[in-house]
């Protein structure tokens, strides 16, 4: 009994730390992604772009040897 109440303990404080983590990413990522969000429309008007495609799942079927990738564009605007 002592040791279920123990491990019920355990649980329980496993869970409040993975949503205080998660909660603690949330809160530090949000500013990041904003700012990023931001430099790609930068980017994106002032170069007269219809589309840039986030390409980080690599599901795009075709990529013309012309498509421009903007990345540096980016990491330019974000002064990194």
């Given at each position: 009994?002592?040791?279920?109440?123990?491990?019920?303990?355990?649980?329980?404080?496993?869970?409040?730390?993975?949503?205080?983590?998660?909660?603690?990413?949330?809160?530090?990522?949000?500013?990041?992604?904003?700012?990023?969000?931001?430099?790609?429309?930068?980017?994106?008007?002032?170069?007269?772009?219809?589309?840039?495609?986030?390409?980080?799942?690599?599901?795009i079927?075709?990529?013309?040897?012309?498509?421009?990738?903007?990345?540096?564009?980016?990491?330019?605007?974000?002064?990194?």
């Open positions: 009994r002592k040791l279920a109440r123990l491990y019920q303990n355990i649980e329980e404080f496993a869970v409040s730390a993975d949503n205080a983590l998660k909660k603690k990413q949330q809160e530090l990522l949000v500013p990041i992604m904003t700012k990023l969000d931001e430099a790609i429309k930068q980017v994106g008007e002032q170069n007269g772009f219809t589309y840039i495609i986030d390409n980080t799942a690599g599901i079927a075709y990529k013309s040897s012309a498509a421009i990738d903007v990345s540096s564009m980016v990491r330019k605007v974000l002064g990194i």
